[in-house]
């Protein structure tokens, strides 16, 4: 999982600047899994800074150009990922499609919302990567839809040793354009965080289930 530092750096900054990533190692936010965590990273808000996501989708279609050329659709997971595969589609001239993370109870029960046509090679957009099981997910669906899955790629990812190990397993390659080693460096040089906190913050990473804050 490659990623550029001087790049990961830039947009780890941005995304500090936009508050689009709160810290707070001494007062842990609660994750839908119960996991206690030091950081909150919303993507989201990257959808009201025209200069953040403009370098995002910038960054995405260079890297595409470069790795994954052979590109034919840009997929973008719901609901952070769609926006983002929008405006990279449109920026490599690509079709675009979203996945659901679950079939529509209605209509045609459609996963997989656009056309995907069996065969195309396909990117998935996240917004981030945590454990990587809901984007695995969406890599699989694209597949059972008769897509070939080239890559996923995500905005920013914790860098959960897990992670990692589940994309191996799922035989999904992934990249991201940020991550967390980055943003701890770049909050250090900030003042976002002081010093005697990295440690506390770096051992959240390695094994967050046991985080107390």
């Not at 079939?103 to 045609?108: I, R, S």
């Not at 996963?111 to 069996?118: D, N, P, S």
């Not at 969406?138 to 994309?167: C, T």
Request: proline share 6%; glycine share 8%.
């Amino acid at each position: 999982m490659p990623t550029n530092t001087d790049t990961a750096r830039q947009i780890a900054e941005k995304l500090l600047e936009i508050d689009a990533v709160a810290l707070r190692p001494n007062e842990p936010f609660t994750w839908t899994s119960g996991i206690k965590s030091p950081i909150y990273c919303d993507n989201r808000m990257t959808m009201s800074y025209p200069e953040v996501r403009r370098l995002i989708c910038r960054t995405f279609a260079s890297l595409i150009r470069e790795k994954y050329s052979e590109a034919q659709v840009i997929a973008g997971t719901a609901t952070a990922g769609i926006p983002h595969a929008a405006w990279l589609a449109d920026e490599l001239n690509l079709p675009m499609a979203y996945v659901r993370s679950k079939p529509k109870g209605h209509g045609k029960g459609n996963q997989i919302e656009g056309k995907l046509e069996a065969g195309a090679k396909v990117i998935v957009i996240e917004d981030l990567i945590s454990t990587g099981g809901s984007s695995i997910e969406a890599a699989r669906a694209v597949q059972e839809a008769g897509g070939e899955v080239l890559a996923v790629l995500a905005i920013f990812s914790y860098q959960f040793p897990a992670a990692e190990q589940a994309f191996v397993e799922a035989g999904f390659p992934f990249e991201t354009l940020s991550n967390y080693t980055a943003l701890l460096d770049v909050a250090q040089e900030k003042g976002a965080i002081r010093p005697e906190q990295l440690d506390t913050l770096r051992a959240w990473r390695e094994n967050p289930r046991e985080y107390k804050g």
